[in-house]
């Protein structure tokens, strides 16, 4: 009989389990605003992303109604580099209407895994005979 696979939550660290400078790997900033940026209009440079993040974080952005314009591109495939281009109405500031689209984006990802998670568990309760973890 397969077991079933079940995420659980992460405890807290221990009271005065404190981290110092050895604990943390420091990596060069991954986002950066672009120059001639004002509070309504500017183009922002993701490092290390692609179309994968671009299209999805366009997508979101484009939701927001306070947004007039928003479009990303790859300017050279052998640069690791994608820029998002964000325009607002009147009022809206671009950097809270990145962070909302991002933190949008981040909850959509947290509801498809929880229904891709609970849909696996469901398959596997259902198909004992399915399931390919052999532990």
Known sequence: MAQETVDEPMEDAPAGAEAND????YEKQRLRVLPGSSDTAASFAFEREDHT?????????????EVEFCGYSIPHPSEAVMNLRIQTWDGANVNDVLRKGLDDLAD????????FTAARDEFNATHPDRTTDKR
């Open 22 to 25: 050895a604990d943390f790997v």
């Open 53 to 65: 993040l671009g299209n999805a974080l366009r997508y979101m952005i484009m939701k927001n109604p």
């Open 108 to 115: 959509l990802c947290d509801v498809v895994e929880d229904k």
